[in-house]
């Protein structure tokens, strides 16, 4: 199956820093999510994002396709982005989801 | 709009005992899948539905069964529970091309 790394495993941020998580997947994909489970381990959905850059606020995301990576960029980072982030590739039509192991970020006031 | 509802939110079993969870989504997705996540790891996938009165499995389908009579349920069923299957449940749906939604998920433990 697909290959889904995620890196790095842990991150710990002082409030208001920048920081970019990372995302490479081993094989072609069509589309990538990106999710955040928050402390309470409710998984948001924050992008959903083929190829290219969308961006949501303080989040964005870019994903390069043809070379297999995806990035998260997260700026001014909060208290309440604190949480493990994954990023999940479909591996066929029906949108059956990949997931990487995630990273942890940790933002402290 | 409610979006994927799971219940219960918590639960214990003991070692043989068997349950039903049940997720329900609103928004009229085609596509319907049953994940687990272990502790400290990503989300696998358990069984999957495209369509009401088709299921198939997914990576980790052992010791689970589905159904889907509707569109809208997609219950999850555990025979025989046993502690390997400590776990939270997350169900999830997709369609439109909006990726997919998930439920707030169950946590179940065996003991």
């Known amino acids: 199956g697909i290959q889904v790394e995620q890196s790095p495993p842990d991150l710990i941020l002082q409030e208001g820093a920048n920081s970019t998580l990372r995302c490479n997947f081993s094989d072609s994909v069509n589309n990538l999510q990106w999710f955040h489970q928050n402390p309470w381990g409710q998984l948001i959905n924050l992008f959903y994002i083929p190829s290219g850059t969308k961006q949501n606020g303080r989040l964005s995301a870019t994903t390069v396709a043809t070379e297999r990576y995806s990035l998260l960029y997260i700026s001014s980072s909060q208290t309440t982005d604190s949480g493990v982030y994954f990023c999940?590739?479909?591996?066929?039509?029906?949108?059956?989801?990949?997931f990487g192991s995630g990273t942890k970020l940790n933002v402290k006031p | 709009n409610a979006g994927v509802t799971q219940t219960p939110k918590f639960r214990i079993l003991k070692i043989g005992q068997s349950m039903t969870l049940q997720c329900a989504q609103d928004m009229n997705h085609n596509y319907m899948y049953w994940y687990r996540q272990d502790p400290g790891m990503g989300l696998k996938l358990i069984y999957y539905?495209?369509?009401?009165?088709?299921?198939d499995k997914g990576e980790v389908p052992n010791g689970y069964n589905v159904s889907r009579s509707t569109t809208e349920d997609f219950p999850l069923r555990l025979e025989l529970a046993a502690p390997s299957q400590t776990s939270v449940y997350f169900c999830?749906?997709?369609?439109?091309?909006?990726?997919?939604?998930f439920g707030q998920g169950t946590r179940l433990t065996v003991v």
């Open positions: 539905s495209v369509g009401a009165g088709i299921t």
């Open positions: 999940a590739v479909p591996f066929d039509y029906f949108n059956k989801f990949y």
């Open positions: 999830a749906s997709s369609g439109g091309g909006a990726g997919a939604f």
